[in-house]
């Protein structure tokens, strides 16, 4: 009953959806109050129905109710309930109900949140964001329905892939989501206001907080990624560079370029056409992504040309989409006249070159993940391309940002003088050469990559406080600090920021020069020699969890006869999905992680075990994190919160800043 | 999102290698000689496991990852350079196995694209970045009726 309102609910969507993109649209281009006055109804509505239907889906999946056919294949009853509920999303069909309900959420927010915006504007651009919700749904209800019933409901389902039962995963795709989707209120606004003809500052300060808040879910979702990999997969890996990952990644990079873009629009009225251009863009690469994902397209062009039915739909999204807004493009981009001056040496300079290098990165990650599919079709060459190529390639242009990026962060607008950033940098470049040097002597192999990275990381951390130095003015030390804590928000975020970026730079670099492994056969009592650590291997012993079976290593970690930690590292095996995991055992330091890993009984007695020293691991989440922060301080600044000031003036009840997806 | 299909291939590769399922590089496989062994790992960070979605063979469970990475050893052992295992295994399993793809024939587009586009992209910008030191069009003339009018506002 719950199941076929839920289902209803989603039909019903389908054709509110369906409304909202015609008559706003309609009302907007004959100036008719009445029908562009649909919209936010229409997109709250929307909004409602999805929600429900999520909820219908949620509840068959918490009361286990295996007569639906995605409950049977990914659910059972033995499941705790936190992955009963992640096992929502946790495959194909509910995590596409995920996406429009989430794509139906920005509509209602910018339904919400956009009294500002010139009522034509906001007619379209809900309009835009409800044709997106259209193809979405069409997707859902005719080859991806979550509400098939099954003829003769099985007693009990088939369990979640064990490799998702787990709580940082839980969460990695919603926040992921949120980002890919969120993009979409950026394109919506591109779209909208090229049929309107109108970009200017405003335009760029109204579009800015979406594409914060797309970026700041993006940044979180990726680093949850990363960070289950790192524990999970059991050998401490962070980033693979497979298809999946960059599919996430390119929107990342794109959205970072959008948003500096938006700035020189907002502040300066150039780079107009291009802003626009990349908003089509950031979000064309997350549907890119949902193609590569979604249609089996990666794994195998086999896979695809078999079940081809879902790809060729979401293809069809992407060229309709896609298609649609570059012609748009072409045919508007000229009336889009630039107008700020600028010199050679700007901070607008040093925005242009964060744009080239940040696209540039994008595409070289995107031909990278598609080359596999070109050659093969092109030349019938089947070969892969994988983290070699692309820490060879990639790697080149973020050297490149995190080297130009203090100086352009503290050049003025208009007109800059490269002697004086210099001399404000002095401190901050000694300090960073200082910490290569360092790394240098203190490495263990004798790879650039950990000075190199050790070295930008401390460039990039030292460039941001300089940069917050010299926002404060001239004066004492304490008329300097209390300036420094009256800047807007905008500026402690973008310090924030880009401090974040240098820790996570600083991370990914001491972590993957300097780390120590270990593997060999131990028996139940011996010890061995781990860097400065000795580990012994207590006991092993076997434990049932909730459903699983558990081998359960005790193992003791000792420094100088101190103990430094007592590890218990697992192995699972999941008898309903017949699949073990490695549940490695970590004690997290802020300089290193000792890493654990139990493996199987060895012929002769003993077990296989696997340790590592993962120097600085935290610090590349941590910097994440950090770059999180720093967007939710720009996001909270003034100059975006202008539709409160407006909600004020009309009257209506105070909201809160804007925050599109509470 | 990614994690998942990535999780899935996972799942594929663990599947297969029921029940001898462990992590990876398994004690009985590493060489005696630390700088041997530390080639042996280089190598097999390049190499594809042919039956895994994108997972190395040096990361992977599957039986057959398995046994390229004694096959590499192997090599090694009996004296081959880091290009000859390469090769070696290549000429068995197809260029599908190499994660670094070969800069040669088609595959040249693929090496050369980002620093061409690099240069291309600053190309772009310095241009554009020139064009902005001086405004381009000067104040624009003004039109025939906006001529009339002022002569009109003038005389009054």
Not at chain 1, 173 to 186: C, D, I, K, R
Not at chain 1, 251 to 256: D, R
Not at chain 1, 438 to 447: E, F, N
Not at chain 1, 614 to 642: C, E, H, Q, Y
Request: proline share 5%; with cysteine; glycine share 10%.
């Amino acid at each position: 009953m719950i199941t076929e309102l839920g289902h209803f609910c989603l039909i019903l969507a389908f054709g509110v959806a369906i409304l909202q993109a015609l008559v706003p649209l309609v009302g907007a281009g004959r100036g008719w109050q009445g029908w562009m006055a649909v919209g936010p109804a229409a997109a709250l509505v929307q909004f409602a129905l999805i929600a429900v239907s999520f909820a219908a889906l949620t509840h068959a999946f918490v009361t286990s109710d295996f007569s639906l056919r995605v409950v049977y294949e990914n659910s059972h009853t033995a499941k705790p309930m936190l992955y009963k509920v992640a096992g929502v999303w946790g495959n194909h069909e509910g995590s596409m109900l995920l996406w429009v309900l989430i794509l139906a959420l920005f509509g209602a927010a910018a339904a919400v949140f956009g009294g500002e915006l010139p009522p034509s504007l906001k007619a379209r651009v809900l309009s835009v964001q409800a044709m997106i919700g259209v193809a979405f749904l069409a997707f859902i209800l005719f080859t991806s329905n979550p509400f098939d019933r099954l003829a003769l409901p099985p007693f009990n389902g088939k369990d979640l892939n064990p490799l998702l039962q787990d709580p940082g995963l839980a969460f990695h795709p919603p926040f992921l989501y949120l980002g890919y989707v969120g993009l979409s209120m950026a394109f919506s606004f591109a779209v909208a206001a090229l049929i309107e003809g109108r970009i200017d500052a405003a335009w760029a300060r109204w579009v800015r907080p979406w594409t914060l808040a797309a970026w700041i879910f993006l940044t979180i979702g990726i680093a949850l990624g990363s960070w289950w990999a790192y524990y999970e997969l059991g050998w401490g890996g962070f980033w693979f560079w497979d298809p999946v990952e960059n599919a996430s990644f390119m929107p990342w990079l794109l959205a970072a370029a959008l948003l500096h873009s938006a700035i020189v629009v907002e502040k300066r009225e150039a780079l107009k056409s291009w802003t626009i251009l990349l908003a089509i863009m950031a979000f064309g690469f997350s549907l890119v992504g949902t193609f590569l994902v979604r249609s089996g397209v990666i794994t195998s062009v086999h896979a695809f040309a078999n079940d081809p039915e879902r790809g060729v739909f979401i293809l069809l999204i992407l060229a309709v989409f896609l298609g649609g807004a570059l012609t748009l493009y072409a045919v508007r981009a000229g009336q889009m006249t630039a107008r700020g001056m600028f010199g050679m040496v700007s901070r607008e300079t040093g925005l242009v070159i964060n744009n080239v290098l940040l696209a540039v990165a994008a595409l070289v990650v995107f031909v990278g993940t598609l080359w596999p599919l070109v050659a093969e079709m092109l030349w019938g060459r089947v070969l892969s391309v994988g983290a070699p190529f692309f820490d060879a390639a990639f790697t080149p242009f973020f050297v490149l940002l995190a080297a130009v990026l203090p100086v352009g962060a503290i050049l003025p607008w208009k007109r800059g003088q490269l002697g004086r950033v210099a001399r404000a940098l002095a401190p901050a470049l000694t300090l960073a050469l200082a910490v290569a040097v360092l790394a240098w002597v203190l490495a263990t192999g004798r790879s650039a990559v950990g000075p190199v990275g050790a070295g930008l990381g401390a460039w990039l951390v030292s460039g941001a406080l300089v940069d917050l130095w010299l926002r404060a003015g001239r004066g004492g030390i304490g008329a300097r600090l209390g300036r420094i804590a009256r800047l807007p928000r905008a500026d402690w975020g973008r310090v924030v920021a880009h401090g974040g970026l240098g820790v996570t730079i600083l991370g990914i670099a001491l972590l993957t020069a300097n780390a120590t492994e270990d593997i060999r056969v131990v028996r139940e009592g011996e010890s061995f020699d781990l860097g400065s650590y000795v580990i012994t291997l207590d006991r092993v012993e076997r434990f049932e969890g909730p459903n699983y079976h558990t081998t359960m290593a005790t193992m003791t970690a000792r420094q100088g006869g101190r103990v430094v930690a007592v590890l218990h590292p697992e192995k699972r095996l999941y008898p309903v999905a017949r699949m073990p995991t490695t549940e490695a055992a970590i004690d997290n330091g802020v300089f290193r992680d000792l890493y654990l890993v139990i493996g199987d009984p060895q012929e002769g007695g003993g077990w296989a075990v696997r340790s590592y020293i993962k120097p600085f691991a935290n610090w590349i989440w941590m910097g994440a994190i950090i770059m999180a922060i720093g967007g939710a301080l720009s996001l909270s600044d003034r100059r975006t919160r202008v539709a409160v000031a407006a909600a004020r003036r009309t009257g209506q009840p105070l909201q809160p800043p804007v925050q599109p997806a509470e | 999102m990614r994690r998942i299909l990535a999780a899935g291939g996972l799942a594929m590769c663990l599947a297969l290698a029921v029940p001898v399922a462990a992590v990876a590089v398994q004690p009985d496989e590493v060489l005696a000689d630390p700088v041997m062994e530390h080639r042996a790992r280089e190598i097999s960070a390049k190499l594809r496991c042919p039956v895994c979605q994108s997972e190395t063979i040096d990361e992977s469970n599957a039986q057959v990852a398995r046994d390229l990475r004694l096959l590499v050893r192997e090599r090694l052992v009996a004296g081959d350079s880091d290009a000859e295992v390469i090769d070696y295994v290549v000429e068995r399993y197809g260029e599908y196995v190499l994660f670094e793809p070969v800069a040669s024939g088609s595959n040249l587009i693929l090496w050369y694209a980002g620093p061409a586009m690099l240069i291309a992209g600053l190309g772009i910008g310095f241009a554009f970045v020139r064009s902005r030191r001086r405004p381009e069009a000067p104040v624009e003339e003004l039109s025939e009726s906006e001529k009339t009018r002022l002569a009109e506002l003038l005389r009054d």
